[in-house]
């Protein structure tokens, strides 16, 4: 039975630490992500080479933007052609079509801009921005940006959610084998009251046994867990290369180890303090009736 108990707390407890890496590496990502946004200001077809370097000054004065690169139609139309050449060479030809394109300028923030507050940045120069003479459109990926980081959002709450029940079944499971093993014990539990020992005395071998079912399937889950994901990031490395997450996904680290750790020595400690509590309180008592 306590076997088949540490197989499931163990089972319990990869389910925890896989949302754990889920979750902090769903946020690198988003992050690494948030490194390279940039703004794209548009400009209108008919703007004037005096008019473009005022809107250039005037964008060069937010005190967060680093560069602003002048991207000409030419230039527009090249890397336009370049892009779709290979997958659909008939627009690339479609003159038509690419005078549509307009020039613009990219903006790039300074480094010292965190990531977090990028998106807040960006925003607020862009509804500015777009009241500015010359401007057509301004577009910063913020849709795609945004829907990410609600999904994240989702996502965390979800699996803040399956953690807490995890943990109440943890505990649960926990509490049952240790009861049992109280129950296997009962009758040197009432001979050691009868005789006068102490609560700590009785209860410490249970609340042991409990601590250390619940370190033993932390750290299990633990080596379980960083086996799945060497073998993911080196799916990503290898076979996945193109997607460039490989060098970028990264294990829980030391202190939340730690912390894991230690929550579920407490978790299997908890379960078994539920089990004794009433051990040298009337248990011997109890048990006659």
Same mark, same amino acid.
């Given at each position: 039975m306590k076997l088949s108990t540490l197989v499931v707390v163990t089972a319990c407890f990869v389910v925890m630490g896989a949302a754990l890496l889920i979750s902090q590496n769903f946020?690198?990502? *988003?992050? *690494? %992500?948030?490194?390279?946004?940039?703004?794209?200001? #548009?400009?209108?077809?008919?703007?004037?080479?005096?008019?473009?370097?005022?809107?250039?000054?005037?964008?060069?004065? #937010?005190?967060?933007?680093?560069?602003?690169?002048?991207?000409?139609?030419?230039?527009?139309?090249?890397?336009?052609?370049?892009?779709?050449?290979?997958?659909?060479?008939?627009?690339?030809?479609?003159?038509?079509?690419?005078?549509?394109?307009?020039?613009?300028?990219?903006?790039?923030?300074?480094?010292?801009?965190?990531?977090?507050?990028?998106?807040?940045?960006?925003?607020?120069?862009?509804?500015?921005?777009?009241?500015?003479?010359?401007?057509?459109?301004?577009?910063?990926?913020?849709? %795609?940006?945004?829907?990410?980081a609600a999904l994240v959002g989702a996502i965390e709450i979800t699996l803040q959610a399956l953690c807490v029940v995890i943990l109440l079944a943890s505990l649960f499971v926990m509490s049952n084998v240790i009861?049992?093993?109280?129950?296997?014990?009962?009758?040197?539990i009432v001979v050691l009251e009868m005789i006068g020992a102490t609560p700590s005395m009785i209860r410490k071998p249970f609340m042991m046994e409990g601590a250390f079912l619940g370190v033993s399937s932390s750290v299990l889950a633990m080596g379980l867990c960083f086996v799945v994901y060497i073998g993911i990031k080196n799916l990503l490395t290898t076979k996945l290369s193109f997607l460039q997450l490989g060098q970028h996904i990264q294990f829980l680290g030391p202190m939340v180890l730690v912390a894991f750790v230690l929550v579920g020595t407490a978790l299997g400690a908890l379960g078994s303090y539920l089990c004794v509590r009433r051990i040298n309180d009337g248990f011997a008592g109890s048990q006659g009736t």
């Open positions: 946020r690198s990502i *988003l992050t *690494l %992500w948030g490194e390279d946004v940039q703004m794209t200001v #548009y400009l209108v077809q008919d703007l004037s080479d005096a008019g473009r370097g005022d809107l250039q000054a005037r964008l060069k004065d #937010y005190e967060e933007v680093e560069t602003v690169t002048f991207i000409s139609q030419e230039k527009a139309l090249g890397d336009f052609r370049s892009q779709m050449a290979s997958y659909a060479p008939d627009i690339s030809q479609d003159e038509e079509l690419l005078r549509l394109i307009p020039a613009s300028f990219q903006i790039q923030l300074k480094p010292s801009v965190a990531t977090a507050d990028q998106m807040p940045v960006l925003q607020k120069i862009s509804e500015q921005v777009r009241g500015l003479q010359g401007v057509e459109e301004v577009s910063y990926g913020q849709d %795609w940006i945004e829907k990410y009861r049992a093993s109280v129950q296997s014990r009962k009758d040197e």
